[in-house]
């Protein structure tokens, strides 16, 4: 009897259904168009979108290049629930990441004081809302993880700034491809 419960067990661990994400009574999976997505879960409260470029036939007689679009969509379903992080490659759901807790109200839990380093875009604007200032520049990556294959992409920094109101201080973020990296404190 154990055998067969411990095979169940493994079975359902296996099953693609038991990685899926429930948006109500409705089940997303990796495989799921954008649309659906926005069906059963509604709409994002941000959404970030990038764009790489793979190039099929490096260094050989035909490259082919091709341009993938990211969109990347956020989800706080409050203070309770974790937030979800969707990613779509050219439309299709490609990845889901479960993030820290969500917040009752977007912008309404900003610590001046908290580190932040490592959260993601959505988490941060989930907890700050959006930045004072935003300044944004791009640096391209090539990557050949294979013979005869390439893939650019851009790779964004930003730099945030917050301001937490005259009596406090000003805090700069710089994000490496929606990630906050470093922390500074501007001075008035």
């Keep these: 009897m154990k055998k067969y419960v411990l095979f169940a067990i493994l079975l359902l661990l296996a099953s693609p259904s038991a990685f ?6 409705r089940i997303v999976t990796e495989g799921t168009q954008d649309f659906q997505v926005r069906e059963r879960c ?13 190039v099929f036939g490096a260094y050989g007689p035909v490259q082919n290049y ?6 990347v969509w956020y989800y706080n379903f409050g203070p309770r629930h974790l937030m979800r992080r969707f ?21 309404s839990d900003c610590n001046p004081n908290r580190d932040y380093r490592g959260f993601s875009v959505g988490e941060l604007i989930a907890r700050c809302g ?36 005259e009596d406090r201080f000003l805090r700069s973020m710089v994000l490496i491809d929606g990630r906050v990296e470093t922390i500074n404190t501007i001075e008035r």
Excluded: H, N
């Design 66 to 71: 091709r341009d993938v679009q990211y969109d």
């Design 20 to 25: 899926a994400m429930r948006c109500g009574t």
């Design 130 to 165: 959006e930045p004072a200032s935003r300044r944004t520049y791009y640096d391209t990556l090539v990557r050949r993880p294979i013979p005869g294959y390439e893939r650019y992409r851009d790779q964004r920094r930003e730099e945030w700034i917050y301001d937490f109101g």
């Design 42 to 54: 509604g709409e994002p409260f941000y959404a970030d979108t990038y764009v790489s470029t793979e």
């Design 87 to 107: 990613v779509f490659r050219d439309g299709v759901l490609a990845r889901e990441e479960t993030l820290g807790y969500g917040v009752d109200e977007i912008g």
